[in-house]
């Protein structure tokens, strides 16, 4: 539960981002309890979830009016954590248990490596509690995108590892896996296209001087 709260909060850097990336969840997670005929409190509490953040996320979108801050991030991640161990409570399939990892693999992940990064450059655990800008908004930032593409971005991740979790859940590994991999086929070619086109504006701009 405690590593789902500090996800999210981490993990709202930009304006929206933490957010949008909680009604993604919340969608997913409530196809998941739908799939698996979960408890009816699970489903109501994750729709009002979604839909208490979707009428939140047009003020808080960039340029934002207003803020989660720390109150409003770790309250999403409370509810996540909360909502998914009500949702999965009655479940002993393993599928089940992971989906709302999966789901939620994007801020997971994020805070996974932010935890390791910031151990090795400080060479101490107590280097966990000082901030860097080594989150993965920060370097798709650094590639030159705008805060809304980046939030866009991470929009597109975090509904992918939800459409996993559900493919997974209704249709198997085999058809999940085939459909991370189509993702990261597409995410390669559009990366590479990217990269390109970029290439391209720097040598026109160096031409032009």
Sequence with gaps: MSGIINAINLIDGLDGLSSGIG????????????????????IIMITALAG?????M???????????????????????????????????????????????ALPLSDTGFAIVRRIIKTRSFKGVLQGDRGHLH???L??????????????????????????????????????GLIVLAVAAIGYRDIVKLGKTIDDNKETEK
């Design 142 to 179: 650094k590639q030159g995108y705008t805060q809304k593409q980046a939030v866009l971005i991470l929009y597109a991740i975090s509904a992918s590892f939800g459409m996993f979790a559900i493919i997974l859940l209704e249709s198997g590994l085999y058809k999940a896996l085939s459909f």
């Design 52 to 56: 208490a953040l979707l009428g939140f």
């Design 23 to 42: 009604v993604i969840s919340c969608i997913s997670l409530l196809i998941v309890f739908a799939l698996n005929d979960s408890p009816l409190i699970s």
């Design 138 to 140: 920060h370097r798709i």
């Design 58 to 104: 047009p003020f808080n979108f960039n340029p934002a009016k207003t803020f989660l801050g720390d109150t409003g991030s770790n309250f999403i991640g409370y509810s996540l954590a909360i909502i998914s161990i009500l949702g999965i409570a009655k479940t002993y399939t393993a599928f089940v248990i992971v989906a709302p990892l999966i789901i939620l």
